[in-house]
């Protein structure tokens, strides 16, 4: 029998032990929740996610998990009152989901156990978010990022910013948010 070395480079072997430890840390948090670490994923999307991807398709899309698995997690999280759905007022076509306050404070208490007293630099930041452009572009994945780097982000103001996509005034607290349609 033949026995094939492969040899993980450094940056994949940080960033496995990184992630490793992170999921173990959301099995912990979502467990004190009697959540599974799905549905966990699912909050902190919506936590994040802009009026423009906070659909039951873009959490399939975001996760990388089918329709199927998506839609049974979000029946169940919207059973237990932690999410709810509203049709668009401009296109009742559209569902979009959101947080109810017990979902907000669920969240809240799984964040706080989550990554306690681990702030980041900029620096740190700014590392993460070069790797996963690289990743994302590299394997043509969708972008899902905030506003703020985005390519169609324009800044008529110092106050507002303009979606070049939609042609909609983004404030300060959008360009924070997660985009389906960002492009680095």
Not at 61 to 72: N, R
Not at 156 to 173: D, G, H, I, Q, Y
Request: proline share 1%; glycine share 4%.
């Amino acid at each position: 029998m033949l026995y094939y070395l492969i040899m993980m480079n450094d940056i994949e072997i940080w960033l496995e032990r990184l992630t490793a430890l992170y999921r173990s840390q959301m099995r912990h948090c979502a467990n004190s929740e009697g959540m599974q670490v799905v549905h966990l994923e699912i909050l902190q999307y919506l936590s994040i996610a802009n009026k423009y991807s906070n659909t039951a398709q873009a959490v399939s899309e975001y996760l990388g998990q089918t329709k199927g698995s998506i839609s049974q997690s979000l029946k169940l999280l919207e059973n237990n009152g932690y999410i709810e759905r509203q049709a668009s007022a401009k296109d009742k076509r559209v569902v979009g989901i959101y947080l109810t306050q017990t979902g907000k404070d669920s969240l809240t208490r799984m964040s706080s156990q989550l990554l306690p007293n681990l702030k980041g630099s900029n620096n740190d930041v700014d590392t993460i978010k070069a790797l996963l452009k690289k990743w994302q572009v590299t394997n043509h994945h969708k972008g899902f990022g905030q506003c703020q780097s985005c390519k169609f982000n324009l800044e008529p103001s110092r106050e507002n910013f303009l979606c070049a996509l939609t042609n909609e005034t983004l404030s300060l607290k959008d360009i924070k948010k997660i985009c389906r349609e960002h492009e680095f």
